[in-house]
């Protein structure tokens, strides 16, 4: 149970639009910026991507979503990579309950 320190709403009544802003920007101090990756993490993650769909194996692909300007938030999904489309560069994870389709320039993990 949190302390009255730790939640402001038990201190006082507040609007609904005071608590609306506080939560947002409590959620906005979870927000980063794209990870920068080198040319070989980008080359080895295609490559795994590339052995999964051909070997019919599933992967953890965890990938940036931008939420405000350059700051975003991680996803991580695991499934089997259905389809690889190199022209609109997107990768198609396929999972027991969701399809996914991830832009390959926001990948930043791959694991097997």
């Known amino acids: 149970m949190a302390s009255k320190i730790e939640n402001p ?39 795994q991507l590339r052995d999964a769909g051909r070997e019919n194996y599933a992967v953890a692909i965890t990938w940036w979503k931008r939420k405000k300007n350059s700051i975003g938030t991680t996803c991580r999904m695991w499934g089997k990579v259905e389809w690889i489309d190199t022209n609109i560069r997107k990768v198609k994870l396929l999972t027991d309950e969701d399809v996914q389709w991830i832009p390959m320039d926001t990948i930043i993990d791959v694991r097997s």
């Open 9 to 47: 709403f038990s201190m006082r009544f507040l609007l609904p639009d005071q608590r609306t802003m506080y939560l947002q920007m409590k959620e906005d101090d979870k927000l980063v910026p794209m990870p920068i990756l080198e040319q070989d993490e980008l080359e080895s993650f295609h490559y």
